[in-house]
């Protein structure tokens, strides 16, 4: 079968080649591939900045963002062939640490994590996969191809949780999010934040344009400035960009109380923004709380499947903005500035 592989940490090494079929030590259920989403993380991968193989050996099958459909269920799973599923990305320690031990694989204590197609198992874009039937989300099949959205969503459910958990160490009524990078994640950040019933407001390099107009066609408001001249002081900030100055600029414009979550992963870059005591005086007066989150347990992919189940189908299309063959695997994993999500499709829905 076809599968786009990587050698960690060196650069130009991805390939289209032909691997293996999945052996049932990979898990009991198969699945055809239909799409797998491309993200930023996979960009840090092909670039050789990010990545590990399986021990033993050199590849890894890239892809994290994945949609396929069942083609056998296996023994046990409660699947039926035609099924919609998505894998789950991380797998837990198998020491395990305390938190891996109860599920919350996405808090692993000791790093000892391994997850599809980023850290040490096989990805997801091979024309075909397993996978273990705890680790397959069935989607709603009326989203078809929209499902290779959850596993952003579900970092964004993690995201949004973890806010909501901390907001109740005192009286919390959060009225406005401010969400930080219009990307895939911060959009549906702002979806989910809306259907939560806050006043959402999305900030992006990019003036005007798709991602203005899908902001506002959910009732939010877009800015394109920098966070500093915003005229108000939300109680939410989603930090998707990992921009040093946007991150600092953040934690000095949350309202007393709030909450700065940081999702967004970057590197290096100087901040104009002032010292990081003066960041934190800031913080500290305010008694702010900045929190970073990565990745999502079963209960967020759970949430994340309702949200999307309910979602409005025409405007999550739009996030979709470009579909690739896997044979242009490497014009997907280039991004161009009108992206939003990019997906290489390997079968119909
Ligand atoms: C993925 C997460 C993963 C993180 C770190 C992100 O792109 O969405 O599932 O935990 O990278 O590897």
Redesign the pocket.
């Known amino acids: 079968m076809k599968a786009i592989t990587v050698e960690p940490k060196k650069t130009g090494t991805a390939k289209l080649v032909d691997i293996p079929e999945p052996g049932l030590h990979e898990g009991s259920v198969l699945v055809q591939a239909i799409a797998v989403g491309v993200?930023g993380?996979d960009v840090e991968i092909v670039e050789g900045k990010y990545g590990w193989p399986p021990p033993g050996q050199q590849t890894l099958v890239l892809g994290?963002e994945s949609l396929g459909r069942v083609i056998d269920p296996g023994p046990s799973s409660g699947l039926k062939r035609g099924d919609l599923v998505v894998g789950i990305?991380?797998r837990p320690d198998p020491v395990p640490c305390p938190n891996c031990a109860v599920g919350e694989w996405d808090m692993c204590r000791n790093g000892l994590y391994t997850?599809r197609g980023?850290?040490e198992i096989h990805g997801f874009m091979s024309e075909y996969w397993r996978i273990e039937p705890e680790y397959a989300i069935k989607i709603d099949p009326t989203l078809g191809i929209l499902g290779v959205l959850l596993?952003p969503s579900s970092?964004v459910a993690k995201a949004l949780e973890q806010v909501s958990l901390i907001g109740r160490r005192s009286f919390w009524e959060p009225k406005t999010a401010l969400i930080t990078g219009a990307g895939p994640v911060g959009l549906l950040a702002a979806l989910f934040a809306k259907l939560y019933g806050l006043d959402v407001h999305v900030l992006d390099r990019i003036v005007g344009g798709l991602k203005a107009d899908l902001v506002r066609e959910l009732g939010g408001t877009y800015h394109s400035g920098s966070v500093k001249d915003l005229d108000f002081e939300p109680d939410t900030i989603l930090e998707c960009t990992g921009v040093g100055q946007v991150i600092s600029e953040s934690v000095k414009k949350i309202g007393a109380n709030g909450i700065v979550c940081l999702a967004g992963i970057g590197h290096g870059g100087a901040t104009r923004e002032g010292s990081v005591a003066d960041v934190a005086a800031s913080a500290v007066l305010r008694n702010n709380v900045i929190v970073g989150s990565?990745?999502a347990n079963k209960r967020h992919w759970y949430r994340a499947s309702q949200f999307l189940a309910r979602a409005d189908r025409k405007w999550l299309a739009k996030l979709i903005t470009r579909i690739e063959r896997p044979e242009n695997f490497a014009h997907a994993l280039q991004r161009k500035p009108d992206d939003i999500k990019v997906v290489i499709q390997f079968s119909e829905v």
Do not use: S
Request: hydrophobic share 35%; aromatic share 0%; charged share 35%.
């Open positions: 993200c993380t994290h990305v991380r997850e980023i850290k596993e970092v990565v990745n």
